[in-house]
């Protein structure tokens, strides 16, 4: 006996678009992804990736956008930005957050007395001259390079951080150094506070640790 098929089940399906606030559903989406996206940032929008030299033509303030070519990056380095410091430079009155790239030339200087600079997660800062600055908070990627010298007040370093002190370079701290991250100390570190490791502190060949003082193994 044939099979009855009731006279709907041949018909096409028909698609109804729905309208939110005035436009299709679909669309309504779309923009309600990019607006709640935690990448998206409203103060800052999406900016192009672009790089940035810092020459210091009119002084060594970074806050100088004289000093920039071909602008001025702002203090907040996105992750498509990539910023070169080839002269000696200093920032006063405000922290410094990096969460694209920052390198610091040959014979190039990064200084703050008072400010920190903090490393995003998605940031990476490579040192080829000197970094001074009062505080450093890495929860990205922190290269001392060959012959570099890094010299600060307090270090911290965040569980996913990696921080590397490469042979012939210098890193120094008055004050503590807490990490929760990877320190690779292929050379010199010198403690003036105390050494507080919560994860991997590496004291790899030729490597050098002071802490107070008094040469120590992790």
Known sequence: MPLKTSPQANQRPVFKTVLVWGIPALTACAILALVFNPSFNPEYGEKPATTYYFLGVEDGLYENPANWQPGYPGTFISPKEKVIIQESVSFTGYDLEVAGKLKIGPGAELFS????????????????????????????????????????????????????????????????????????????????????????????????????GKPVQP
Do not use: M, W
């Open 113 to 212: 007395s008072r400010n920190t600079l903090r490393i995003a997660s998605t940031g990476y800062v490579v040192n080829d001259g000197e970094l001074k600055v009062h505080q450093i908070e890495n929860e990205g990627k922190l290269d001392n390079s060959l012959a570099a010298e890094i010299d600060l007040y307090e270090f911290r370093a965040g569980p996913k951080a990696i921080t590397r002190n490469a042979q012939s370079a210098r890193f120094v701290t008055l004050g503590n150094i807490y990490n929760e991250g990877v320190f690779q100390n292929y050379s010199y570190c010198s403690i003036g506070g105390e050494l507080d490791n919560r994860a991997t502190f590496s004291q790899l060949s030729n490597g050098q640790l002071i802490v107070q």
